[in-house]
Structures are given as C-alpha cells and as structure tokens.
C-alpha cells in the first residue's frame, strides 16, 4: 500500500506539471492517432487480398494491433520516462544518488516515480481498435476468454517493466552502452502476430525476448479462449523476469559508487 501511494503521488504531480503545458496535449492526441493509424492501415490493406495473415483473421489482428498500443501507453506513462535515461540522469548525472538516501525502495523510484500522464491518451484509440476487432469477430469473447486476456495484459506489463529494468542495469557496467534503439525496434515487432516470423525468429520472440507476450498472446487468448499451460507460462515468465530484474538491480547497486563510478 505503501508504494501504491507513493505511485499515486507521483502520478499526481506530474500530472500537475504536464498540465502546464497544455498544448502538448494536443500534439501527443495527433501523434497517438497517427501512430495507430500507421499500424492499422497496412493491416486493412492486407485484408483486402487475404483472409488471414498467418493464420490470424482480420478480427484478432485488429485486437491484436489494439492491445499493443494500450500495453505501449502504459509503458510510455509509467516505465519510459524513468529508464529510458538512466544511463545519462540515473549513473552518469547522480541521479541516483537522491534515490538511494531516500526512505523507499531504490528500484521503485528509479523505475517508477515519474510518470508521463498525457501518453495515457494513447489508450483512447487502442481502446478503440480493440472494440471494433471485438465487434466485427466471428464469435464473442467467453467469460474465461476476458479473464485469461486480463491477466494475460497484467502479466505482459510485468514482463515491460523487468525488461526495461535489465536494460538499464546495463549502466552499471557500461554506463556509455546505448541500447535503447535496438530495444525500441525489438518493441515495434509486438504489434505483429509473432506467427508471421519465421521460426528462428519466432522462438526468439517467444522464449529469449518475449515479445509475443506483450500483444500476440493476450490477443490470441482472449477470441480463441484461454490454456491453462499459456496462462501458467506467463505468469511464470513474469515472475522470473523480474526477479531477475531485481537482482540485477542490487548487483548494480553493489558496484555503483557514485556519479563518478
């Protein structure tokens, strides 16, 4: 409870702050639609020539496409604005420093005391991509569909916060390592169904960085119905990520000494 108030607390006043400038909230609605729209359209112009792509119909790609861009507005408010620098604010500026004399988990704040509030909005339009690849689907989602699908989702979160923890535990022994751009065009292949790739590739994605956790699976899950082995494996797989997270964390932690380490 603790560390949800203090989640909350943060959120709060950075939402303060983000609504100082209020026209980004403008610019960040036109770049989530335009972002979603870039994603869709490819997809709609397949399905004019095909009735599956990989096995996956236009139904299950739609929330497919509209689950990736919720689990990317949450990691873009919660996760990105706190590890996606620090390697430059967190090692190399000492921002770190202040975390470790504060009287809260350090890996807590590095990781998720800011936040960027207006992202949020990019899950509007995921919503909304979801919806309609729910509405056109052959069959509706069963009870067990939805919640498999749910936990399928929290479980994906988990896995993008733990990734994003171990590439930034990098810093602690190469804090000129940027990484960040290999990471970020790994992201981009979650909005695909991993079934398109092949196998190499699809066991990578699936077991070594698990991108298909993020949306194909959550996806598959919530029109097809759920497995037992599936849901297992996720929860597992989070469980795992991050507690290697962890302590790759407080191994970092051993050998950082400073701003100037």
Known sequence: MKLLNLLGASFSMSLRRSMAFRINLVFDVLLAFVGLGTAVAPVLIVFTQADTLAGWSKAETLVLIGTYQLITGLRGTFVDPNLSWFPDNGIRNGKLDSYLLQPAPSL???????????????????????????????????????????????????????????????????????????????????????DIFTRPLRVVLTYVFPMALIASVPSATLLRGAHWPVLLGAVLAATVLSALAATAWQAGLRRYTGATS
Do not use: M, N
């Open 108 to 194: 807590f704040l590095a990781s998720l005391s800011l936040s960027s509030p207006l992202t949020l909005i990019q899950l509007v339009p995921g919503l909304g991509v979801l919806g309609w690849g729910i509405a056109v689907a052959d069959v509706r989602p069963g009870p067990a569909g939805v919640l498999g699908y749910l936990l399928l989702v929290a479980a994906a979160l988990v896995v993008t916060w733990a990734l994003s923890v171990l590439l930034a535990c990098l810093a602690f022994w190469a804090p000129k390592l940027q990484l960040d751009v290999f990471y970020h065009s790994a992201w981009q292949l979650g909005r695909y169904p991993t």
